[in-house]
């Protein structure tokens, strides 16, 4: 069993920035290719970034060089690093945790990230 709790969401001016982190409890951190998605209202949950345990990461086009996503495997801690922020970020974010050999899947609770003016 594996438990992610995201922090780090909040209000932010567009243009500015914001952290996101995803800390895991349970064993086998490293066994996980963990994602950070996100669901804006009347939308459905997209995948936002991805990094594998070797940290290998994937991206959807509309953050490519403005969110970075980042792992410690040592903390069993996921980082999603946004910046540029736009007012169509804004979103319910989810951290999501996908087992690479067998069928399990976790998900956060999720934390609001709101970009206005």
């Known amino acids: 069993q594996v438990q992610l709790v995201e922090s780090g969401g909040g209000l932010v001016q567009p243009g500015g920035s914001l952290r996101l982190s995803c800390a895991a409890s349970?064993?086998?951190?490293?066994?996980?290719?963990m994602g950070w998605y996100r669901q804006a209202p009347g939308k459905q949950r997209e995948l936002v970034a991805a990094?594998?345990?070797?940290?290998?990461?994937n991206y959807v086009d509309s953050v490519k060089g403005r969110f970075t996503v980042s792992r410690d495997n040592a903390k069993n801690t996921v980082y999603l690093q946004m910046n540029t922020l736009k007012p169509e970020d804004t979103a319910v974010y989810y951290c999501?945790?996908?087992?690479?050999?067998?069928?399990?899947?976790?998900w956060g609770q999720g934390t609001q990230v709101t970009v206005s003016s």
């Open positions: 990094i594998t345990s070797g940290g290998n990461t």
């Open positions: 999501n945790a996908e087992h690479v050999n067998i069928p399990l899947r976790y």
């Open positions: 349970g064993r086998g951190f490293r066994f996980y290719r």
